[in-house]
């Protein structure tokens, strides 16, 4: 994430960005992080008037653990989050999703933040977030505020961040816990969703707690939360997994009609059964 400036102004710690942020600029945002901003201007969404250089402020760019959470500047480069020992070692889906985003042409200047910001419906950090229930931190001038991960969207390229506000962190409880990402190429039966994300929390041979989250955004809201609830409190059985799989596929956006006859169920079912396998694999181990 970075903060907007007038050309010729350069911010170079979050104090100095929420000034700028907040001073008298037009169509002021914060939608920085190398492709981000370059694609909503392509879009109209932020013009040159909104152009900032945050490259400098070391205050915004960390990983790091403190009293049970890790905690990941909204600056941090994505290539320097998903091969942080650190972050994987407590969360083997960031190195999951991080091979994705290579994958697919992700550039080494493109920052957790900024591709948080640019609120794409279709990208994989959002739902992973969502999945591990992480928090963020939105700065201003009348201090800071906490956003939990799965408020944070308002809708396709719109994030609760206010004019004159700026994300500084994202905040990721630690617990002994197995995650995965799952994605596929080419979606199949008319359905747009690309990836699942899944955690989960066990007790010996039950499942405590349990997260998911599917890419684009659109599919996330109801499947993904029906899902959860019956993870939650069950045996850890690949039949309850894919139960999970099944509320999912029946409640994702492209099971209403957008469905092809003759085409497999929504795909998001598939995917989020074999997330929460490989994660309940990881969360044995």
């Keep these: 994430m970075a903060g907007a400036a007038r ?19 037009p169509r002021a945002s ?18 040159p008037e909104a152009r ?18 890790l905690r990941i500047g909204s600056l941090t480069r994505h290539a320097d989050l998903s091969s942080s020992a650190l972050a994987c070692r ?13 994958g697919r042409g992700m550039r080494r200047s493109e920052t957790v933040g900024g591709i948080l910001c640019q609120a794409d419906p279709a ?8 999945a591990v229930r992480a928090t963020m931190l939105i700065r201003g001038r009348g201090g800071t505020r906490a956003v939990p991960a799965r408020e944070f969207h308002l809708g396709p390229y719109k994030t609760v961040v206010e004019p004159g506000e700026l994300l500084t962190e994202i905040r990721i409880p ?12 080419r979606p199949d039966g008319g359905c747009p969703v690309t990836g699942a994300a899944a955690v989960i929390c066990l007790d010996g041979d039950t499942v405590i707690r349990a997260g998911l989250g599917l890419t684009p955004a659109p599919a996330r809201q109801r499947g993904t939360a029906e899902a959860e609830d019956l993870v939650a409190g069950s045996m ?3 039949l309850n997994l894919g139960r999970a799989g099944e509320i999912a596929s029946g409640q994702c956006a492209c099971s209403a009609g957008a469905r092809r006859p003759g085409t497999r169920p929504c795909v998001a079912g598939r995917l989020i059964t074999r997330a929460l396998r490989r994660a309940l694999l990881r969360a044995q181990a």
């Design 7 to 25: 050309s010729g102004h350069r911010a170079f710690s979050a104090e100095d960005s929420v000034a700028l942020l907040s001073g008298p600029l």
């Design 174 to 185: 630690i617990r002994p816990c197995g995650s995965a990402y799952e994605t596929v190429t």
């Design 52 to 69: 900032a250089d945050l490259g400098d402020p070391a205050d915004l760019s960390y990983v790091r653990t403190v009293r049970g959470e």
């Design 30 to 47: 914060a939608p920085a992080g190398g492709q981000g901003l370059f694609a909503l201007m392509a879009l109209q969404l932020a013009g």
């Design 123 to 130: 990208e994989d950090l959002a739902a992973v977030f969502a």
């Design 90 to 102: 407590h969360l083997a889906i960031l190195r999951d999703v991080g091979r994705v985003l290579a």
């Design 236 to 238: 850890a059985t690949l």
